[in-house]
């Protein structure tokens, strides 16, 4: 597992806050991500989607790594959770086993908290393949645009859970939302260097797959891999993104 530390500024923060992007678990064993969150001891642990993993499927599938990661990081830090096209998989039971957490659920919703005297929006842009199990991998269809206005249109500094980080361009990148944190691409599944093969939703040789782009987006490469095709060159990524006052 790879560690990412980025650094960002803004005129909206007084103090520094570091938070931590959790990504694309899959149900994969998390004891060493944990170990990595207490290191670190984030303000905020954010997770934007695939938690939980829908493949194979049994008639009945246990995720006891996923349900294990979730008791334990409340833990560590305040922690909310967006929707990724996985989290289909435990639909009927995802808000009631996320509260009985501690993990707020943003279910294309937004909530307003207060750290360290700064005043945070955070909000979770819910996958639309994240409630029916099917999905083009090529094409994504658009989220709930109508979400992204009520929260652009929000006080403070607005940080948006979006698994898809191919919303960015499309919906995302021309509303005035400060940081917006993604996964999904699983770093493009095939590494050479820093370019990536495949990731659903962007086709071929993806652009948003790993770390920081245009200061605005972050992108993991994920915690784990349900693919049958394997990663290679392509390490786990856990994510801190610390922002500070911009001076």
């Not at 899959?26 to 642990?45: T, Y």
């Amino acid at each position: 597992m790879e560690i990412t530390r980025i650094s960002l500024t803004s005129e909206k923060i007084i103090a520094p806050i570091t938070l931590a992007l959790v990504s694309d678990l899959h149900d994969r064993n998390a004891k060493a991500v944990l170990r990595e969150l207490k290191k670190a001891a984030p303000d905020m642990i954010l997770m934007s989607g695939d938690i939980f993993d829908a493949q194979p499927l049994p008639e009945e599938k246990q995720q006891p790594e996923s349900l294990y990661f979730l008791q334990e990081c409340t833990q560590i830090a305040p922690a909310w959770f967006s929707i990724g096209n996985h989290e289909w998989v435990v639909e009927e039971n995802l808000r009631a086993i996320l509260a009985s957490c501690g993990v707020t659920l943003l279910d294309d919703t937004a909530q307003r908290v207060g750290i360290k005297g700064n005043d945070i929006v955070i909000g979770g842009l819910t996958s639309p393949c994240g409630r029916v199990g099917r999905y083009s991998r090529l094409y994504t269809p658009d989220p709930d645009v109508e979400f992204l206005d009520r929260f652009s249109n929000m006080k403070g500094y607005k940080i948006l859970l979006s698994h898809h980080p191919e919303f960015y361009p499309r919906v995302i990148a021309s509303r005035p939302i400060d940081l917006t944190l993604s996964g999904h691409a699983h770093g493009g599944q095939i590494r050479f260097g820093k370019q990536g093969l495949f990731a659903p939703g962007q086709g071929f040789f993806p652009k948003y797959i790993s770390g920081l782009y245009e200061g605005r987006l972050v992108v993991s490469r994920g915690l784990g891999n349900q693919h049958l095709i394997p990663r290679l060159w392509n390490k786990f990524q856990l994510i801190f993104v610390t922002i500070s006052p911009k001076t």
